[in-house]
């Protein structure tokens, strides 16, 4: 089994920044690609941001030239460094990782994390 823990969401007034992180654990051969994803109250979950194994980076056109993605191989971690954060910005924010597992190296698995709240707010 596999498993994605987020972290670093909270409170930040509208221009300030937050950093997110998701681990993942478990029996875990190799990640391909990680991504972040967002849903606010009453919309449907969003892609913000992908990288791949790589670490060839895709973005949200809302999230271009504020947010970055970026991976940490030897931790099977990835981050999102979130600048001139908005209001609109305001969601929980889910990891997903496409993952290889041990016991079944032919074969990928999409895994989510439990999400992490953010709120722009002044």
């Known amino acids: 089994q596999v498993q994605l823990v987020e972290s670093g969401g909270g409170l930040v007034q509208p221009g300030g920044s937050l950093r997110l992180s998701c681990a993942a654990s478990?029996?875990?051969?190799?990640?391909?690609?990680m991504g972040w994803y967002r849903q606010a109250p009453g919309k449907q979950r969003e892609l913000v941001a992908t990288?791949?194994?790589?670490?060839?980076?895709n973005y949200a056109d809302a999230v271009k030239g504020r947010f970055t993605i970026s991976r940490d191989n030897a931790k099977n971690t990835v981050y999102l460094q979130m600048n001139i954060l908005k209001p609109e910005d305001t969601a929980v924010y889910y990891c997903?990782?496409?993952?290889?597992?041990?016991?079944?190296?032919?074969?990928?698995?999409?895994?989510w994390g439990q999400g992490t709240q953010v709120t722009v707010s002044s």
């Open positions: 478990g029996s875990i051969f190799s990640i391909n690609a």
């Open positions: 990288i791949n194994s790589v670490s060839s980076t």
């Open positions: 997903k990782a496409i993952v290889t597992p041990v016991q079944s190296m032919t074969t990928t698995f999409q895994y």
